[in-house]
T-cell receptor
């Protein structure tokens, strides 16, 4: 069974204080690993898709990396508007995994001014 | 391009009633997946529809059902509502991707969700 574990559960940063969020996963075959951002009461907003170990993607202050067992979301010089819950999900490459993402519990990020 | 839309945004029902939620995918997207999000369980996969066919189903009771129409719009239905069904119901759409003769799906884009409260 696919499993995703995110750490830490909550992270408080000062504005400008860089840090990383971790996503550890277990999957028989990885089709893709996805990062989303979710604000309270809203649907998850897509950030990145990573397909293979060694892949990296960047967007503004965010950078996602992938190894065979985990992914990191690096946040450089965060701002208060980066405060949100960050979700990691995997999709199994198996033929019976159509449309199914397995999510971690998320990391609640709070950035103080 | 318009995003995924879900209606209604909020619903209040009582135990034993049934409810139907609607999802319109991004134009051109043919796959629609449904998820239930609760504080205790997080996001859990309900089912996925592609070209009007349910291809995958999560571990939920038969009270949860869905369908997809020829225009890719999807509905999910929950019958005989229980208090534990209170949750944010999210749908997500994605483009089909052909790999090795099978049609998989790529990145899922989520709608704003329907907040269901069961009293």
């Amino acid at each position: 069974e696919d499993q995703v574990t995110q750490s830490p559960e909550a992270l408080r940063l000062q504005e400008g204080e860089s840090s990383s969020l971790n996503c550890s996963y277990t999957v028989s075959g990885l089709r893709g690993l996805f990062w989303y951002r979710q604000d309270p009461g809203k649907g998850p907003e897509f950030l990145f898709t990573l397909y293979s170990a060694g892949e990296e993607k960047e967007k503004e202050r965010l950078k996602a990396t992938l190894t065979k067992k985990e992914s990191f979301l690096h946040i450089t010089a965060p701002k208060p508007e980066d405060s949100a819950t960050y979700l990691c999900a995997v999709q199994n490459a198996g033929g019976t995994s159509y449309g199914k993402l397995t999510f971690g519990q998320g990391t609640i990020l709070t950035v103080h001014p | 391009k318009a995003g995924v839309t879900q209606t209604p945004r909020y619903l209040i029902k009582t135990r034993g009633q049934q409810v139907t939620l609607s999802c319109s995918p991004i134009s051109g997207h043919r796959s629609v997946s449904w998820y239930q999000q609760t504080p205790g369980q997080g996001l859990q996969f309900l089912f996925e529809y592609f070209s009007e066919t349910q291809r995958n189903k999560g571990n939920f009771p038969g009270r949860f059902s869905g369908r997809q129409f020829s225009n890719s719009r999807s509905e999910m239905n929950v019958s005989t509502l229980e208090l534990g069904d209170s949750a944010l119901y999210l749908c997500a759409s994605s483009l089909p991707v052909s790999t090795g003769g099978t049609t998989s799906t790529d990145t899922q884009y989520f709608g704003p969700g329907t907040r269901l409260t069961v009293l």
